[in-house]
């Protein structure tokens, strides 16, 4: 009789991923080898950032003095190099360690099994920025759905089969995110650079971005545009608006401008002076479009007489009490 294939998509080890049943049986040993730095490259499309920050000086300090205890993932390239799937920040710390080879399981995997690994060993991570959980969820569900659609690896550990389950929602139980969540990520790679880095930051909010994101890109671009110019990031209220009118076909430059001047909670206050009341001070010979520029400029000098100004009453207040003693 044959045996039931095993439909769960738990993964209980590395050796999980990288053998066959038949290999764990017979004591199969990982292939572990340290390769040159010079010969590894990132994974395509890596959407993990690798940060020099306070955990990288940690990190750099444990592979100086004890090396990489774990092994970095990589995968044999037709050219004779490496390509990582795991161990990126391993790598950048054995760099800066000036150590000359990383240690590394070497296992041939396809694209798909490749990629769905690399997610994996990065994602539980907490400090991933929205960006980065985003562009990892829509990789491995693409990896899935594609090994999903091959019959030849349903039975490999690899190949996850997927058994009355959407891929989301299989990713989300997975990384402790509902289903609804995932896609609601995935929505997040729509977004024109520039906005994608607002949600990171925290400026735009995930239920605003993810109204944002069925703009197409000319209209994201207009969006980023009116932030800037009215110094302020739209509220949920404002991206439904704007992607009603989107869906109607009647969404533009000024109606993006015009509800973004809408007044708001997370709006800062502006300082407006009318034309007439600056004008006289603006030598003619400064265009139009230099003119704001020049205010600024103005001001600072300004600033800057003011400063010396109480610096030289401070000095003279100073000497004469110095007389008077």
């Known amino acids: 009789m044959s045996k039931e294939r095993n439909t769960d998509f738990t993964l209980n080890s590395l050796d999980d991923l990288f053998t066959s049943q038949n290999e764990r049986d017979n004591g199969y040993l990982p292939n572990i080898q340290d390769i040159p730095l010079e010969l590894l490259d990132d994974f395509p499309n890596h959407p993990f950032r690798v940060r020099d920050d306070e955990d990288m000086l940690k990190l750099i300090e444990s592979v100086s003095e004890r090396g990489v205890l774990v092994p970095a993932i990589v995968r044999p390239k037709a050219d004779g190099r490496y390509e990582l799937i795991s161990g990126h920040r391993r790598k950048r710390a054995s760099e800066c360690a000036e150590k000359k080879t990383l240690r590394c ?3 041939d995997l396809d694209d798909d099994a490749a990629t769905i690994i690399m997610v994996d060993s990065n994602i539980q991570r907490t400090d991933i920025l929205p960006s980065e959980k ?3 969820y829509k990789m491995k569900l693409d990896a899935m759905k594609h090994q999903g659609q ?9 190949g996850r089969k997927l058994v009355n389950k959407e891929t989301a929602q299989i990713v989300g139980e997975e990384n402790g995110d509902s289903q609804t969540q995932v896609r609601r990520y995935v929505r997040l790679t729509y977004l024109v650079p520039e906005l994608l880095e607002m949600v990171d930051e925290g400026r735009i909010k995930m239920r605003s971005a993810i109204e944002i994101s069925y703009l197409d890109e000319d209209n994201q671009r207009d969006l980023v545009d009116a932030i800037d110019t009215e110094d302020c990031t739209p509220s949920h209220a404002q991206t439904i608006k704007m992607r009603k009118f989107f869906d109607e076909g009647k969404l533009s430059s000024d109606v993006i401008t015009s509800i973004m001047q809408e007044e708001k909670p997370n709006q800062k206050e502006k300082i407006i002076i009318p034309n007439k009341t ?9 265009p139009a479009e230099k003119r704001q520029d020049y205010v600024c400029k103005a001001l600072e000098h300004y600033g800057k007489y003011l400063q010396k100004k109480i610096l030289v009453r401070y000095f003279a207040n100073y000497a004469s009490k110095r007389i008077l003693k």
Do not use: C, G, W
């Open 150 to 158: 091959r019959t030849d690896l349903t039975s490999n550990p690899q």
């Open 278 to 286: 600056v004008e006289k001070y603006i030598p003619k010979s400064i």
């Open 105 to 107: 399981m070497v296992s």
């Open 134 to 136: 985003a562009f990892a």
